[in-house]
């Protein structure tokens, strides 16, 4: 993939966090901290459903595609199941009696229900749709499914303040959804070609269940994933209320403008890694690739410490806390990244079972630490417990690609990891309160120097060639 081509898939990755920016600080000053709380319960559902109802078939996508001559079947035999899935389950929640609103937003609504099932759908596709473009190669059709649906809701958004409606969270709910249809239109317009070709397709049982085998293992560890990013919510949901979790919804939020670098990393590596597997990967070349993504970790890290201070300056009174909650949300998307170079081995091999226990076994530390953690200390003790869950999901992961592959050397990795989380720690549990606390994220980040100074020597050298070779 050459440097267009990788710039192109990183505009909409990087656009969508720049978006994600304005988004909600914007929401924040004309809706309450409940509806911000609310909004996020939505957005969990949505992530909920497309970990749960796509049977990750996506990834069943990815890995076969270089592998299988018929792409267009191989998308319909991706996106079968799991909609014949999301469909049987959404009839059996409209005739419970039971009201969906009421359990996840505490109000009564059908309205609200409509609106949910709706965007909980159109999610699912463009979920598939994405992974079409990705695959192809189309970078820019691909970074417009990540800024479409932004930039939809913002305009939405903007609507009602100019037309003065009413600023409830009905109001709220249908410019979320019509952002989410709007987007879906779009891009079933741009992939049409390929959607048509794949609907005319026969069914190859035998294909199918060698996609299932490998994608539904990655369906426990994907529900257990989200159970590990999003878990906090509902626990702050019932035992703080909406208020807290308004205030740690905004500060995960803001986060996402650092996750951007995962997302853009995760979506190029893992062509380029199976390519590399095709041609023969050398484990020197994978350990180049982990000391560069520890390096980057350590540097946003420390950063984002640094200048947290700035964050309570730019919006309501309310969310002042979210100066020292922001550095423990910056950490889960950059643990995650991390894992997705040291845990290559799960992967290459085709265990994706080692990928589920990875996950399982931190959203059980993070249920156990939530359940302890937020009583005392509330959404600092979420962000605490979801911290230390990401670090055991790192372990976990790294170790079972060590054992499946090649025993690649981590014990400096895991030294750094150790003393910022403990750093990070330190922060939730005094509140930003200690002075001079910022000479603890430039001491962190000297640490890391002195542990791979000779990779950053190296990669000064590359960078020195190749202005030589360019001038």
């Not at 409940?34 to 990815?62: I, W």
């Not at 350990?287 to 730019?314: D, K, T, Y």
Request: charged share 15%.
């Amino acid at each position: 993939m050459n440097l267009q081509k990788v710039v192109h898939f990183a505009i909409g990755p990087i656009a969508a966090a720049a978006l994600g920016l304005i988004t909600l600080p914007f929401v924040a000053w004309f809706f309450s901290v409940e509806d911000v709380g609310r909004l996020t319960m939505m957005q969990v559902v949505l992530s909920l459903s497309v970990s749960l109802f796509s049977l990750a078939m996506h990834q069943a996508y990815v890995r076969e595609y270089h592998e299988e001559d018929d792409k267009n079947a191989l998308l319909k035999l991706s996106m079968l199941p799991g909609l014949i899935f999301l469909t049987v389950t959404t009839l059996v929640i409209v005739l419970l009696p039971y009201s969906l609103s009421v359990l996840l937003f505490g109000i009564e609504s059908e309205l609200l229900t409509f609106f949910l099932i709706l965007g909980v759908y159109a999610s699912f596709v463009i979920n598939f749709l994405s992974h079409i473009l990705r695959m192809e190669e189309r970078g820019l059709a691909f970074s417009a499914t990540k800024i479409a649906p932004k930039i939809f809701f913002i305009l939405f958004i903007a609507l009602i303040m100019l037309l003065d409606l009413n600023s409830d969270f009905n109001t709220l709910m249908l410019m979320n959804a019509l952002a989410v249809i709007f987007s879906l239109i779009i891009f079933l317009w741009i992939t049409k070609e390929t959607c048509i070709a794949a609907i005319r397709k026969k069914i190859d049982i035998a294909l199918m269940k060698k996609m299932l085998l490998f994608s539904l293992p990655l369906v426990a560890g994907g529900l257990a994933y989200w159970g590990l990013t999003t878990m906090d919510r509902f626990f702050l949901r019932s035992m703080s209320g909406f208020e807290e979790l308004g205030v740690y919804a905004l500060a995960a939020s803001l986060a996402g403008a650092v996750s951007v670098i995962s997302t853009v990393f995760s979506n190029l590596w893992h062509p380029t890694l199976y390519k590399w597997v095709q041609q023969g990967v050398k484990p020197d070349k994978i350990q180049g690739v982990i000391e560069n993504m520890m390096l980057a970790v350590a540097v946003i890290w420390s950063f984002v410490g640094l200048f947290s201070f700035i964050l309570p300056l730019l919006l309501p009174k309310e969310y002042e806390s979210i100066e020292y909650l922001i550095v423990a949300c910056v950490s889960m998307p950059l643990f995650y990244m991390l894992a997705q170079t040291t845990g290559v081995g799960i992967g290459i091999t085709r265990k994706s079972l080692y990928s589920m226990l990875a996950s399982i076994v931190a959203f059980i530390a993070n249920a156990i630490l939530n359940y302890f953690l937020i009583p005392k200390h509330g959404a600092a003790g979420a962000a605490l417990a979801t911290v230390i869950s990401f670090f055991i999901f790192f372990i976990v992961r790294t170790e079972a690609s060590s054992k499946l592959w090649y025993s690649l050397p981590r014990k400096k990795v895991y030294l750094i990891l150790f003393v910022y989380t403990l750093a990070t720690t330190c922060e939730l549990l005094v509140k930003n309160k200690v002075p001079f606390f910022s000479f603890i994220w430039i001491g962190t980040l000297f640490f890391v120097y002195l542990l791979f100074y000779q990779r950053i020597y190296a990669n000064f050298q590359l960078i020195k060639k190749y202005i030589k070779g360019r001038s």
